[in-house]
């Protein structure tokens, strides 16, 4: 029903920038949130950021706020998330993931549509 692609991860040296595209397609879902996911080796797979497609409310999980921002473009049925001043300890897959329903999502296991990742390594 929707297909997710994300891109613009890469190698990047500590405090440089990548802007994330998370470009879904597919019928319309009406209201829903997109979010991106990160997950390092042997870690658990967390939440960044979220947006939502109505009206633009957003959520930043504490280590990326300040640094990150996310953003939508409806027409083009993008979402990007701007990683600025980015650090070793963001190094990670990072997966965009959509919910819909009525309700904000809680968890990553309420996003029902899942992109196949882009890799980011911060580095020296």
């Known amino acids: 029903q929707v297909h997710i692609v994300e891109s613009g991860g890469g190698l990047v040296q500590p405090g440089g920038s990548l802007r994330l595209s998370c470009a879904a397609s597919?019928?319309?879902?009406?209201?829903?949130?997109m979010g991106w996911f990160r997950q390092a080796p042997g870690k658990e797979r967390e939440g960044v950021s979220c947006?939502?497609?109505?009206?633009?409310?957003?959520d930043y999980a504490d280590s990326v706020k300040g640094r990150f921002t996310i953003s939508s473009d409806n027409a083009k049925n993008t979402v990007y998330l701007q990683m600025n001043s980015l650090k070793p300890e963001d190094t990670a897959v990072y997966y965009c993931a959509a919910h819909y329903g009525s309700t904000w999502p809680r968890s990553l296991n309420e996003y029902d549509y899942w992109g196949q990742g882009t890799q980011v390594t911060v580095s020296s």
């Open positions: 947006i939502s497609t109505i009206d633009g409310h957003t």
């Open positions: 597919g019928r319309s879902l009406g209201y829903y949130v």
